[in-house]
C-alpha cells in the first residue's frame, strides 16, 4: 500500500541512489532525533512517528536530543542543527505555510516543515506515503507489517496550495484525525501540541458583534443603514460610507486581533441578511461600482490597511454574498484582503466549472478572480435538508476543488455534516477531501476505491457499483441536485429503488461472516433505510394505483425502529441542520403504527379511489417552532401536527406524493381543529399552491364559528389536476389572543369519478 503521493504528482522525486534502512527483522537501526528545545508539535511528531514505527516494524524507536545523538544513523524530526547545516533548503520551506521537507540523506532521514505543524504533517506524509499506514477515521486505522523497513530515496519540498483547509465532519475535526488528514480549519479540535488550528476571529457575519446596535445606535443611527428614507438596525446592515463610523469600527476590530493575535484571518463581514444602506452617498457608490460589493470592499480595504499597520500577517477576509455577490466594476481588494464566497444556491451533480446548472456561480467566481488576488470558498458538500439521505455528488468534489484552487482559492471550507455520525457515507467523504486539499492532484477515483477495499474490504466493488449508479441515476434525471433537497424522489424512480437497494444487499452478503466489516457496511445502509422509509406510504400508494405489487419493506416498523437504535449507538444527534435525531425519529415512527381509522366519507369507496396522507408524511416548516409533531386522542391515528396560533406561517404542507400525478382529478379536503377561547375571527388560513405556475390554485379562510366545537371538521378545497409542483399548506391566524392553536391531523384526496 505503499504510494509517494504528493512526490508523483508534482514530479519532485529525485534520481540520487540514497536509502536508509530503519529496521531489520524487528529492530530498531536508528533512534529519532528531536531539536534540543523541540516545540510541542515537534514532540509529538516524533511520539508519533516511534508509535507508528513500532506498530508497523514491532521495533522500539528511542526519541532522544540531537545534544545526545551520536554519528549513528538517525531520523531528524523538525528544525535540527544538522538539518540546517546537511539540507540549507528545508529554511525556505519553512517559510512557507504548512509546508514539508522530506530528504534521505547517506546516514539520515530528515522529516520536517514549517511551524507550527510542518513537522507533523512531513511524518504523517512519511508514515502514509512510505509506511503505507492509513487512519481511515479517528479511532480505526491500518499498519502493515514491516519487519524489515527502509526509507527510498526522497527528496520532496512541498506546500500545500490551500492555505486553509477544513472538511466539517464530526470525526474529522477530531484532535488526531484533523492533523493525520492535514486539515487545519477554524473548528478543528487539534490542540497545540497537534499544531493547533487556523483561526479566524469572529468566523463570520460580524458587523453587528463589532458595532452592537445596543452599544451604539441611540447615539449613532447614522452609522447605520438607511432604509426606506429612515435609519434602522432591525435587520440591517451599517452605513460603509460613514467615516466616523469606520474609525470606531476600526478600534473595535484592533481591540479582537489584540486578543487573539496569533489568529490568521479576522472576519469583516456583513450581517447574514440584506438590509444594505440606502443613503445617498451609499446608493451613489453602488450605482458607480454596479454593485454594492464595491463599497463593501473599499470599506474592508480602509480597516484592513489600518490593520496591517499593527498586524502585518493578519488577512481580513469579507463575503461575497447575497447582495455583495457581484464584482464590482473598479474597486479591487488589498493584499491583505480575501473574499469568501458561498456556493449555496448551486447544483452538486454537475462540476461547477463546467455544468450547465452553475453558470451563475461560475460567472460570479471568474469575476472575482478577475479583481481578487486570493479567494476563500465556503463550499456545501451534504444535505442540509436531510443528512440521512444518500446524495449523489461524489463526482464533483474532485473538480470543484481543482476549480477552486484555479481560481485564486486559497482557502477551503467544505461543509458537511458535522453533527451527524450516520450521514451518506461521512467516513469516506472525510478521508477524500482531506487529502484532495492537502495535494488537489491527487486521483480521486483512486483515492475511493483505496478507501472502499481498506475500509469495507470485501464489500468495496458492490459498494463502488452502488455509489456509482445513484451519480448516473442523478445526471439521468437531469435535476439540479442542491443541499437542500427533501428526499430522493426526483432523481431515483421506485425501481430504481429495488435496482440500488439490491446492489447493496450484494455488499452486505459479501462481509456477512466479518462483523467488524458487515457493521461498516450496515451503518452505510442507514441512508437508503432513510429513503424507503420517508417514501414507503407513497411508493405503495403508486403501487396500489399503478395496479403493481409493492416491492418495499415489508415491516417498515421494524426497519425504522433498528434505525432509530442505529443511529442512537453511532449518537446521530442531528438529522439536518438544527433538528434533532431523537425528535424527527419519534415522528417518524408513528408513521408506522396502528392503521388510521376509515374516513366515513371513503367507507364505501374502492381502495384505489381515496389517499389517506397522515402527519408523519407532512413537511414540517420551522419544525419546533412554528410546528411541531405531537400525540393527540383526537386525530385517526392518535397524532397530529400542532401549530401555536400566533403567526401565519405555511408551516404545515403536504407536497404531492408519488401515486397521485396523472390524468386523474382530486377533491382535497384537510382535517383540522382548532383550540382556544375565541368566538369568532379567523381560525385558520389553506389551501393549494402551484410552484409552477406561482400561484395559488385555492385559498380558504376558516373562520372560528365553523371550528368552535374542537373536533377535527373535513376542510373541502376543491378539485384539482395535481402535479408534482403543488403542495397543500395550512397556516393558523396569527392571533396573540383568542386561538391557542390549530391542529392537523390528515389530508384526504378522493379521485374525482
Given amino acids: 500500500m505503499k504510494r509517494i503521493c504528493i512526490a508523483l504528482a508534482a514530479g519532485l522525486a529525485a534520481t540520487g541512489s540514497h536509502a536508509l534502512e530503519l529496521a531489520r527483522d524487528g529492530k530498531a537501526l536508528c533512534a529519532i532525533v528531536v531539536p534540543d528545545q523541540a516545540s510541542a508539535p515537534v514532540q509529538t511528531a516524533a511520539k508519533e512517528l516511534a508509535t507508528h514505527l513500532k506498530l508497523a516494524t514491532g521495533a522500539t524507536f528511542a526519541v532522544i536530543p540531537e545534544a545526545k545523538a551520536g554519528k549513528s544513523p538517525r531520523i531528524l524530526v523538525g528544525p535540527c542543527q544538522e538539518t540546517a547545516r546537511r539540507v540549507p533548503d528545508a529554511a525556505v520551506i519553512a517559510k512557507q505555510p504548512d509546508g514539508i521537507r522530506l530528504r534521505t540523506l547517506p546516514d539520515a532521514l530528515v522529516l520536517t516543515g514549517a511551524k507550527p505543524r510542518g513537522t507533523l504533517y512531513a511524518v504523517y506524509t512519511f508514515l502514509e506515503d512510505v509506511v503505507g499506514v492509513r487512519w481511515w477515521t479517528s479511532t480505526e486505522s491500518y499498519v502493515p507489517k514491516h519487519a524489515t523497513l527502509s526509507a527510498p530515496d526522497l527528496d520532496i519540498s512541498y506546500a500545500p496550495k490551500l492555505l486553509y483547509r477544513e472538511a466539517f465532519y464530526r470525526d474529522a475535526l477530531t484532535a488526531t484525525q484533523s492533523a493525520r488528514l492535514r486539515t487545519n480549519g477554524h473548528f478543528s479540535r487539534a490542540p497545540k501540541d497537534f499544531g493547533g488550528h487556523y483561526e479566524i476571529i469572529g468566523w463570520c457575519h460580524t458587523f453587528e458583534r463589532l458595532l452592537p446596535p445596543q452599544k451604539y445606535f441611540g447615539d449613532h443611527p447614522e452609522w447605520y443603514s438607511m432604509i426606506k428614507g429612515e435609519r434602522s438596525h432591525n435587520r440591517a446592515q451599517l452605513c460603509l460610507s460613514n467615516d466616523e463610523m469606520r474609525q470606531e469600527f476600526t478600534r473595535n476590530a484592533l481591540a479582537w486581533v489584540r486578543g487573539k493575535p496569533d489568529a490568521g484571518m479576522i472576519s469583516i463581514s456583513q450581517n447574514d441578511w440584506h438590509g444594505n444602506c ?124 481543482r476549480f477552486f484552487v484555479d481560481s485564486h482559492t486559497v482557502g477551503l471550507f467544505e461543509q458537511g455534516d458535522s453533527s451527524c455520525s450516520i450521514g451518506d457515507f461521512v467516513q469516506l467523504r472525510a478521508w477524500l477531501l482531506g487529502h484532495l486539499m492537502w495535494n488537489p492532484d491527487l486521483d480521486e477515483n483512486a483515492l475511493i476505491d483505496e478507501f472502499l477495499k481498506g475500509y469495507y474490504g470485501l464489500a468495496a466493488p458492490h459498494l463502488r457499483r452502488y455509489l456509482d449508479f445513484r451519480e448516473d441515476a442523478v445526471a439521468k434525471a437531469g435535476i439540479p441536485l442542491r443541499c437542500y433537497m427533501p428526499s430522493t424522489s426526483s432523481w431515483l424512480s421506485s425501481e430504481q429503488m429495488v435496482e440500488v437497494s439490491a446492489l447493496y444487499a450484494k455488499a452486505e452478503q459479501a462481509v456477512a461472516d466479518q462483523p467488524a466489516l458487515a457493521a461498516r457496511v450496515r451503518r452505510e445502509r ?79 369507496l374502492p381502495e384505489d379511489a381515496w389517499v389517506d396522507v397522515q402527519d408523519g408524511e407532512f413537511r414540517l416548516h420551522g419544525e419546533g417552532r412554528w410546528v411541531t409533531g405531537v400525540a393527540d386522542p383526537k386525530a385517526s391515528d392518535g397524532r397530529a401536527v400542532r401549530m401555536p396560533g400566533n403567526h401565519s406561517q405555511w408551516a404545515t404542507q403536504w407536497p404531492v406524493g408519488e401515486g397521485i400525478v396523472g390524468d386523474a382529478k382530486w377533491h382535497v379536503y384537510a382535517s383540522v381543529r382548532y383550540e382556544g377561547d375565541a368566538t369568532e375571527g379567523l381560525a385558520v388560513d389553506l389551501g393549494v399552491y402551484d410552484t409552477e405556475a406561482r400561484k395559488g390554485r385555492v385559498q380558504r379562510h376558516i373562520n372560528v364559528p ?7 371538521h373535513l376542510i373541502d378545497l376543491g378539485t384539482h389536476a395535481l402535479t408534482e409542483r403543488c403542495y397543500t399548506w395550512i397556516a393558523p391566524p396569527n392571533r396573540t389572543e383568542g386561538v391557542k392553536a390549530v391542529y392537523v391531523d390528515r389530508i384526504l384526496l378522493v379521485r374525482e369519478k
Fill in 526 to 604: 442507514l441512508a437508503l433505510d432513510h429513503a424507503w422509509l420517508q417514501r414507503w406510504h407513497s411508493l405503495k400508494r403508486q403501487a396500489k394505483m399503478s395496479g403493481k405489487p409493492f416491492v418495499g419493506p415489508a415491516d417498515p416498523k421494524a426497519l425504522c425502529d433498528e434505525l432509530v437504535a442505529l443511529g442512537k449507538r453511532y449518537n446521530a444527534s442531528s438529522y439536518r441542520e438544527g433538528g434533532q435525531f431523537s425528535g424527527y425519529m419519534a415522528r417518524f415512527q408513528a408513521r408506522f403504527g396502528p392503521p388510521p381509522e376509515v374516513p366515513e366519507i371513503c367507507r364505501n
Fill in 706 to 712: 365553523e371550528l368552535v366545537d374542537g373536533e377535527y
Fill in 278 to 401: 440606502q443613503c445617498p452617498k451609499c446608493k451613489a457608490f453602488d450605482e458607480k461600482e454596479g454593485s454594492p460589493a464595491g463599497l463593501l470592499v473599499h470599506f474592508v480595504n480602509q480597516v484592513a490597511a489600518e490593520l496591517e499597520k499593527e498586524f502585518p500577517d493578519i488577512l481580513v477576509e469579507t463575503l461575497a454574498y447575497q447582495y455583495t455577490r457581484q464584482a464590482p466594476k473598479a474597486v479591487k481588494p488589498r493584499h491583505n484582503v480575501i473574499v469568501r464566497l458561498c456556493s449555496i444556491e448551486c447544483s452538486y451533480a454537475q462540476p461547477l466549472a463546467t455544468g450547465e446548472q452553475n453558470v451563475k456561480f461560475r460567472r460570479d467566481v471568474e469575476q472575482w478572480r478577475a479583481v481578487a488576488p486570493r479567494l476563500y470558498i465556503w463550499n456545501y458538500v451534504t444535505n442540509f435538508r436531510h443528512y440521512i439521505l444518500p446524495h449523489p455528488n461524489l463526482r464533483s468534489l474532485a473538480p470543484d476543488l
